[in-house]
């Protein structure tokens, strides 16, 4: 899944600033042990007390032996809440925040996680250059997570989580492009194996594998607003590029990129 415990946060980079928004993103993954479909639903919106935040996310990856996609394989949500009731102070910059995340994957749960925290948000003056700082307590639930390979119980050595969301309107002096993403790493007991080829659909070979304890996960997207040179501002094409170490099931560090649609409702 391309965003299994993190966040494709683009809508995040305008914090404070941006306008209410909800989008439809439609990825093809070109990883290796990918070759699918994503769609992401995700909606940002701001109100006197902060901002609230929200992503689903489908991967078509159940297939027919003709390998034909014929169902999502897996479905996965985040929602996050970011409380602000002194914005007209000078501690406007500093949210508490709070998220929930959860799914599961090919007929596996993905462990619930909560997180709570601090947001910190930094901005220029007209807010089309941004970058948010979190630190945050990460809680996992276990409770169904099965054992590491040397027979230890899964936990996390430290419970926290680091992100980093980014957001650079007009890029490069162009209008309508857009470098947005965001970076996450966390600790996490888990158990990773080697990728087989494309050729063996994403199973993992799990006689190459080992116990992990900490995840980075990266996926910064370069979106431009073609729409907007025949009239339709809603429309935007563009990458994604998933940057992972010791994600998922994955063993080692992998780059997947995505060319994908977005429409803004």
């Known amino acids: 899944m391309k965003k299994i415990l993190a966040v494709s946060i683009a809508a995040l980079a305008f914090a404070l600033g941006a306008q209410a928004q909800t989008n439809l993103q439609v990825f093809y993954d070109l990883g290796k042990d990918r070759k699918h479909v994503t769609t992401t639903m995700e909606g940002f919106y701001n109100d006197k007390w902060g901002n609230t935040f929200f992503f689903i996310d489908h991967d078509y990856n159940s297939k027919t032996d003709k390998d034909h996609s014929y169902a999502p394989s897996g479905t996965y949500w985040e929602i996050a809440r970011c409380l602000n009731f002194w914005q007209d102070t ?76 980014w957001g650079m309107q007009d890029l490069f002096g162009l209008k309508g492009l857009r470098f947005s993403g965001f970076a996450d790493f966390w600790w996490e007991d888990h158990t990773v194996a080697k990728v087989l080829s494309d050729r063996d659909k994403g199973y993992r070979d799990w006689s190459d594998s080992k116990d992990a304890t900490v995840v980075f996960l990266s996926e910064p997207q370069l979106w431009y607003n073609v729409g907007r040179l025949f009239g339709v501002d809603n429309f935007n094409v563009g990458t994604e590029v998933e940057l992972s170490y010791d994600f998922g099931s994955g063993k080692g560090f992998w780059v997947r990129p995505c060319l994908g649609a977005k429409w803004v409702f």
Request: proline content about 3%; glycine content about 8%; hydrophobic content about 35%.
């Open 90 to 165: 000078r501690l406007a910059p500093l949210s508490l925040h709070a998220e929930y995340n959860g799914g599961v994957y090919n007929g596996y749960t993905i462990n619930n996680a909560w997180l709570f925290g601090l947001d910190y948000f930094i901005h220029n003056s007209d807010f089309r250059n941004t970058l948010n700082l979190k630190v945050l307590y990460k809680y996992i639930d276990y409770s169904n997570a099965g054992k590491n390979l040397d027979g230890s119980k899964k936990k996390s050595n430290v419970p926290m989580q680091l992100t980093v969301v």
